[in-house]
Structure formats: C-alpha cells, structure tokens
C-alpha cells in the first residue's frame, strides 16, 4: 500500500486484482502465470540489452570490412528488434504487465552497454558472448512454461532460440571461429 493510499482504496484495487485474476481463466494457474512472466521479463530484459547493443555497434563498427559488418549487424538488430514486440504481449497474454523503461530493463539485464571506442574485434566478440547469453536466459525459461504446458510460451521461446544460435553462429563465424 503506498503512503497515498488509503485502506479503502487499497481494499478495492486488492479486491479488483483478485477478481481480475479470477476471470482469466486459460487453465494456468495465477502462480503459472505470474512464473512464466517473470521468466519473459527477463527474456525481455536481455533481448532489449543486446537490440541496443546490435544497433550501436551497427554504428560504430569500423575497420576494412565495415560495409559486412555494418550489413550484418543490420541484419540482426531488426530481427531482435522485431521480437521484443511478440516477447512483451506474451507477458500481457498471460494476464501480466510487460516491464518497460531503462531503469526496468537495467534491473532485469545482466548485459552491460556497449563500448564505441572498440574495434571490430571486440565488438563482434562481445555481441556473440551477449547471444550465448540470451540463450542461456531463454534455457533457463523453457522448463517453467513445459512444467505448466504453456506451449504457446514454449514456442515463442523456441523460436527465440533458433534465432539467437543463428546470430552467434554467424558471429562466430565472422571471427574465423567454428
Ligand atoms: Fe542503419
């Protein structure tokens, strides 16, 4: 309850969430729901951090091969850049509110921001560690949407996947790495 607040006030919208709860009826539990969205927060979190990123370094990138680099990194950031929509009304379709702001977002990420002053090496060394990264956050949701049979999370997630091993396969690749 917040200081502007007072009791009846609290009551009601305590009493209305309960009721909300109550009328999304989905076959997930309130507990399910609120799991799995937590698990999309972070999803969310770390896509965003690594959008940002893609897209700086999309920018800054130097070096005789900028113009793949730049193509490339395009490339990359429109994919995530698309995703970050379907992750978020994932969490609003599980009766959630999706987090949103930077100051939400940093609290949630385990990425750092990128560095400009790198060079090409450095940046495309970084953004594959940030792919693994995401994969890792995206594993690590898997098996709280399966334990709930939330299959639609599942395949979003899936899909997530996929793109993300691409991306760091290709960034692999640009480093002369397997
Ligand atoms: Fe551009």
Not at 47 to 67: C, D, E, I, M
Not at 69 to 92: M, P, S
Not at 107 to 121: A, T
Request: negative net charge; proline residues 2%; aromatic residues 6%.
């Amino acid at each position: 309850m917040s200081c502007q607040e007072d009791g009846h006030a609290y009551l009601r919208r305590a009493t209305r969430e309960i009721m909300m709860a109550a009328a999304l009826n989905t076959g997930l539990t309130a507990k399910q729901r609120t799991d799995i969205a937590a698990s999309l927060n972070k999803v969310l979190a770390d896509s965003y951090a690594l959008y940002l990123k893609t897209h700086g370094y999309h920018w800054n990138v130097r070096g005789p091969n900028f113009q793949s680099l730049h193509v490339l990194l395009e490339g990359q950031y429109q994919e995530e850049w698309a995703a970050l929509d379907a992750i978020a009304e994932r969490i609003r379709a599980l009766g959630e509110l999706a987090p949103q702001g930077y100051a939400a977002f940093g609290n949630l990420s385990s990425l750092k921001d990128g560095d400009p002053e790198q060079d090409w090496e450095g940046m495309i060394g970084e953004l594959k560690a940030d792919n693994e990264t995401v994969i890792r956050t995206l594993r690590d949701a898997m098996p709280i949407a399966d334990e709930a049979g939330d299959e639609a999370t599942a395949d979003l997630l899936t899909q997530r996947l996929q793109a993300h091993e691409k991306h760091a396969w290709m960034l692999r690749s640009t480093l002369g790495l397997k």
